[in-house]
C-alpha cells in the first residue's frame, strides 16, 4: 500500500523536539511517571512487579472495564484497545475501505482520517468543511447531507475538531447520528480531545448515540499521557471490532504491559487529570486573549468551547507558511499554519494545553517586536 507523507508529523519530526517554545502542541501537559503512580496508593509496588511478557490484543481486561465505564452503554467486550488512537484510525480505515466506497471525512482533520481513503484504489472522498463565518468555526448540516450518494459507507468526523476547536453539541451528536442512521452510514467519530470541556455542557460519547458509530479515545491528549501510546475504538458492533483486531495482528499485536498498568491508574484518577488539563487550558485562554487583544491588527482570534487547540487567523500580507517559519527560525516558537491540512487561508494552530504556553506567548510578543510587526 502506498500512503502520502503525513505532512503534520513531519513537520513535527523537525520541530517538535528542537524548538524551546511550543506554542501548538494538541496534547496536554503531561507528567513523571512517579507522579502518576503517586496517585493510587500501592500503584508503585504493582507497577514493578507488573509483568512483561505479551498482553491480550484486545487489551488488558481491566483497562477495557475501565475505558468501557466511561461509556453510557458499554461493556469491555466492546472495547479495543490499540498503540496510540493512530493505530486505531489506520485499522478501523483499512478494514472499512473497499474499492468503490465513498467516504465522507469532516475537514480539516488528522490526516490519517481521511489518507487511507485516498490510498485505496477507487475509493472516492468528499469533504465536509468547518468553515469560518468571520468570527467563528461552523458546519453546514444541510451541506453534509448534500455529499450523501447511494456509495456513502462512512463518515469521519473529529470533535473537539484539530485544528479548528469546533466542537458538537450533544443535540448535534444526536443529528449526525440520526443522518447517519437514515442513510445507513457507518460513522467513525475521533473524540481524542473529550473531556476537556469549558462551556458546562459535558459531551456524550457518540458511540453511545448509534450502533454503527465507533467512537475513538486515547490517553494521549485529554489526560495529558501521549508517551503511554494506548488508544481504544469502542462500539456496540462488536463484529467490526472482530475485523480491526484481525487487522491489528498484522501491527502492534499487542499493546505494552507497563502502559496499560499506568493507563489503569490514569483512568482511576481520570477526572482529575482532565480538571487539571481543563484548568491549566482556561488559565492559558485567559493569558492568550489579553495578547490577541492587544495585536487585533495581526490577528483575529477564534473562540473555542472546548478541548486544547484553536484556528487563528493571521491578519497581515505575508503567508500565513512564510510567517510561522520565521517564528520558528527566528525566535524558536513553533505554531503550525493551514497549509499543514492542506487549508487555505492565512490561518494558524495553536495549542493551549500546555505549563510553557505563558513563556512561549512572550516570546512570540518578542518575535513581533523585534521583526517590526508591531506598531
Ligand atoms: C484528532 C487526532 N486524532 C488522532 C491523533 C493521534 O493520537 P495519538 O498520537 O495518541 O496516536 C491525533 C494526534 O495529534 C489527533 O489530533
New binding site residues.
Given amino acids: 500500500m502506498k500512503i502520502k507523507d503525513f505532512k ?1 508529523e513531519c513537520y513535527f519530526g523537525l520541530y517538535e523536539f528542537t524548538a524551546p517554545y511550543l506554542l501548538t502542541q ?2 496536554c501537559e503531561s507528567m513523571r511517571t512517579e507522579e502518576l503512580l503517586a496517585m493510587e496508593p500501592g500503584a508503585q509496588e504493582g507497577y514493578l512487579k507488573q509483568w512483561l511478557g505479551y498482553t491480550e490484543t484486545w487489551g488488558d481486561p481491566d483497562l477495557r472495564r475501565a475505558i468501557a465505564g466511561l461509556y453510557q452503554s458499554m461493556s469491555a467486550e466492546n472495547v479495543l484497545v490499540f498503540h ?6 489506520f485499522g478501523y480505515m483499512n478494514v472499512m475501505l473497499d474499492p468503490g466506497d465513498h467516504m465522507i471525512a469532516m475537514y480539516p ?2 490526516q ?2 481521511y489518507e487511507v481513503a485516498n490510498s485505496v484504489p477507487g475509493c472516492e472522498l468528499s469533504k465536509w468543511y468547518v468553515r469560518d463565518d468571520g468570527e467563528k468555526w461552523v458546519v453546514d448540516f444541510d451541506e453534509l447531507e448534500s455529499l450523501i450518494r447511494p456509495n456513502t459507507k462512512l463518515l469521519a468526523v ?1 470533535s473537539p ?2 485544528p479548528t476547536g469546533y466542537t458538537f453539541t450533544n443535540a448535534e451528536i444526536e443529528k449526525l447520528c440520526e443522518i447517519c442512521r437514515r442513510h445507513d452510514i457507518y460513522l467513525f467519530s ?1 473524540e ?2 473529550k473531556g476537556l470541556e469549558m462551556d458546562g455542557e459535558k459531551r456524550d460519547w457518540m458511540a453511545d448515540h448509534y450502533d454503527k458509530c465507533v467512537s ?1 479515545g ?4 485529554a489526560y495529558g499521557l ?1 508517551g503511554l ?1 494506548v ?1 481504544w475504538l469502542v462500539s456496540r458492533d462488536t463484529a467490526l471490532l472482530d475485523k480491526v483486531v484481525k487487522f491489528k495482528h498484522y501491527m502492534s499485536i499487542c499493546c505494552s504491559a507497563p502502559s496499560e498498568y499506568l493507563s489503569k491508574v490514569a483512568l482511576k484518577h481520570g477526572d482529575a487529570l482532565l480538571k487539571r488539563n481543563t484548568d491549566l487550558i482556561r488559565e492559558n485562554i485567559k493569558i492568550a486573549d489579553k495578547f490577541f487583544e492587544k495585536y487585533d491588527y495581526l490577528f483575529e482570534k477564534k473562540p473555542i468551547s472546548c478541548g486544547p487547540v484553536a484556528f487563528h487567523k493571521l491578519l497581515i500580507d505575508m503567508p500565513v507558511k512564510e510567517f510561522c517559519q520565521m517564528a520558528v527560525d527566528k525566535k524558536g516558537v513553533l505554531l503550525l499554519p493551514a497549509d499543514i491540512y492542506d487549508m487555505d487561508g492565512q490561518y494558524f494552530r495553536m495549542g493551549y494545553g500546555r505549563k510553557g504556553v505563558p513563556e512561549a506567548l512572550e516570546k512570540f510578543e518578542e518575535f513581533l517586536i523585534e521583526n517590526g510587526f508591531t506598531r
Fill in positions: 503534520l494538541s496534547d496510540g488512537a493512530q493505530e486505531a484510525i482533520n488528522y490519517s482520517a473529529n475538531n484539530n475521533d481524542v480531545y475513538l486515547v490517553m494521549s491528549k501521549a501510546r488508544g
